[in-house]
């Protein structure tokens, strides 16, 4: 079975300072994309970042960059400069497109920004 | 604007009641699924929908029921038989066209049983 898994519940950074959410996926698939979801108090969900499985350099969205090892199954989110708007529930979510074609999520990691 | 709007933001139900949430899109996606999101356990899938008249169960699709008559609107009902219905609920869209499309979501509704 295809699952997503982030190991940390909560986070808590500083403002202006950096922090990385972990997750990791269990696949026997070799093409596939990687997703990195927020969600902020008013529960809208916003995509941050996505990530193709083929491609080896890491995606970079301005402030929010990912670290995507295949073989580990691993694909952590990377927070720089944190702003308090940045306080959100964080979602990994994983898609290969198959016949199900839907996002696999995992449970999420809340993060909290300290002024 | 595009965008997918679900209605309403907040709904009560008494128990033995069925009730229907909206969802409606105008981005001419194909797919549109619905997810309950329960405190720490993420987004669960409960039915998922490619194409128009066609639909599939997800993972807890007990309790609930769905049709997709049209492109535009993919209407979730729950159903009596769904015995703790407390819980946020969002729908999504995306294109089947590739699957490096994200999901975009409505803005959910809240459900409470009273």
């Known amino acids: 079975a295809q699952t997503v898994t982030q190991s940390q519940p909560e986070m808590s950074v500083q403002e202006a300072e950096t922090v990385t959410l972990s997750c990791t996926y269990d696949t026997s698939e070799s093409d596939y994309y990687l997703f990195w979801y927020k969600q902020p108090p008013s529960r809208q969900m916003i995509l941050v970042i996505r990530?193709?499985?083929?491609?080896?350099q890491n995606a970079t969205e301005n402030r929010f960059s990912v670290n995507f090892q295949k073989a580990a199954k691993s694909f952590s989110l990377k927070i720089s400069d944190s702003q308090l708007g940045d306080a959100a529930m964080y979602f990994c979510?994983?898609?290969?497109?198959?016949?199900?074609?839907?996002?696999?999520f995992g449970k999420g990691t809340k993060l909290s920004v300290k002024p | 604007d595009g965008g997918i709007t679900q209605s309403p933001k907040y709904l009560f139900r008494k128990e033995g009641q069925n009730v229907t949430l909206s969802c409606e899109q105008n981005?001419?996606?194909?797919?549109m699924y619905w997810y309950r999101q329960d405190p720490g356990q993420g987004l669960r899938l409960i039915y998922y929908?490619?194409?128009?008249?066609?639909?599939q169960k997800g993972d807890i699709a007990e309790g609930y029921s769905v049709s997709r008559e049209k492109k535009e609107s993919f209407p979730l009902t729950v159903t009596s038989a769904q015995k703790n219905p407390t819980a946020f609920y969002l729908c999504a869209s995306s294109s089947q066209r590739t699957y490096a499309t994200e999901a975009f979501f409505g803005q959910g509704t809240r459900l409470t049983v009273v």
């Open positions: 929908s490619q194409i128009v008249n066609d639909f």
């Open positions: 981005l001419n996606h194909d797919a």
């Open positions: 990530q193709e499985a083929y491609k080896q």
């Open positions: 979510a994983w898609n290969y497109g198959g016949s199900q074609g839907n996002l696999i």
